[in-house]
């Protein structure tokens, strides 16, 4: 029953999107989907249980990104149950895509992910973004209910390039939160974002640094 209706609001949601997936990259959004439905029972990995809702909520959302993302190394922080990181890598399978989270239990999740769906361009971090010291930077760094923008740009500062921009989703404009934000950091860009099932506001938050240093670690 599900099968059928995921089916159906995938390629839907798709079309209207102007998303051109091939037959075995929906596929795999299905399996990802069914991946996660079977796991949140055992793990609590995301509160969307509700099937009608998930396509939209997990998928479509978390889709909404790819026309913004032209990094080849995107670092997902906070991605719990892999969003929007499992989607995008499946979408955009010439980038790489590094997923942290600080929860080993959905590590261990998204790294089942990794091998079930055969994801290459997936690598799986368990760590606290505060705390993380990787040999290279990135360029893009997306989050999807993660926490404040006052937090995500003091903890994830280290983790992003001199030039590169934080790709925060958010429900309401949190007005307070860009108001917050540290010296030195400004919004750059605001989206809109929408897809058919998308039952609320959604927005994209774009934040860079005011003046961009040289980064000689930039890997892209
Ligand atoms: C509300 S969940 C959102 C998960 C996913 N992005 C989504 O939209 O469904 C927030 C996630 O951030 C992780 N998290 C919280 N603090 C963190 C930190 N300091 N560093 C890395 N991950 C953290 C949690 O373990 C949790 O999986």
Same mark, same amino acid.
């Given at each position: 029953?599900?099968?059928?209706?995921?089916?159906?609001?995938?390629?839907?949601?798709?079309?209207?999107?102007?998303?051109?997936?091939?037959?075995?990259?929906?596929?795999?959004?299905?399996?990802?989907?069914?991946?996660?439905?079977?796991? /949140?029972?055992?793990?609590?990995?995301?509160?969307?249980?509700?099937?009608?809702?998930?396509?939209?909520?997990?998928?479509?959302?978390?889709?909404?990104?790819?026309?913004?993302?032209?990094?080849?190394?995107?670092?997902?922080?906070?991605?719990?149950?892999?969003?929007?990181?499992?989607?995008?890598?499946?979408?955009?399978?010439?980038?790489?895509?590094?997923?942290?989270?600080? /929860?080993?239990?959905?590590?261990?999740?998204?790294?089942?992910?990794?091998?079930?769906?055969?994801?290459? /361009?997936?690598?799986?971090?368990?760590?606290?973004?505060?705390?993380?010291?990787?040999?290279?930077?990135?360029?893009?760094?997306?989050?999807?209910?993660?926490?404040?923008?006052? /937090?995500?740009?003091?903890?994830?500062?280290?983790?992003?390039?001199?030039?590169?921009?934080?790709?925060?989703?958010?429900?309401?404009?949190?007005?307070?939160?860009?108001?917050?934000?540290?010296?030195?950091?400004?919004?750059?860009?605001?989206?809109?974002?929408?897809?058919?099932?998308?039952?609320?506001?959604?927005?994209?938050?774009?934040?860079?640094?005011?003046?961009?240093?040289?980064?000689?670690?930039?890997?892209?």
């Amino acid at each position: 029953m599900s099968e059928a209706l995921w089916q159906w609001q995938l390629s839907d949601g798709l079309a209207a999107m102007e998303l051109d997936l091939s037959t075995g990259q929906q596929q795999q959004l299905l399996a990802f989907l069914a991946l996660l439905n079977k796991w /949140n029972r055992a793990y609590n990995l995301t509160a969307v249980r509700e099937p009608r809702q998930m396509v939209p909520r997990q998928l479509l959302d978390s889709l909404t990104l790819v026309p913004f993302l032209s990094a080849d190394r995107v670092l997902d922080v906070g991605a719990g149950g892999g969003l929007p990181g499992i989607p995008l890598a499946i979408a955009c399978p010439g980038r790489q895509f590094t997923l942290l989270d600080s /929860n080993s239990k959905k590590t261990r999740f998204l790294t089942q992910c990794k091998l079930e769906l055969r994801l290459d /361009n997936v690598e799986v971090i368990h760590g606290r973004a505060e705390d993380c010291e990787l040999s290279q930077r990135f360029r893009q760094i997306t989050s999807r209910a993660f926490t404040a923008l006052p /937090n995500l740009v003091t903890w994830c500062a280290d983790l992003l390039a001199g030039d590169g921009q934080f790709l925060a989703m958010k429900g309401q404009f949190p007005d307070d939160e860009v108001s917050s934000l540290p010296a030195g950091w400004q919004l750059a860009e605001h989206h809109r974002l929408d897809y058919p099932g998308c039952d609320g506001e959604r927005h994209l938050l774009v934040i860079s640094r005011i003046s961009a240093p040289q980064d000689s670690t930039t890997g892209g």
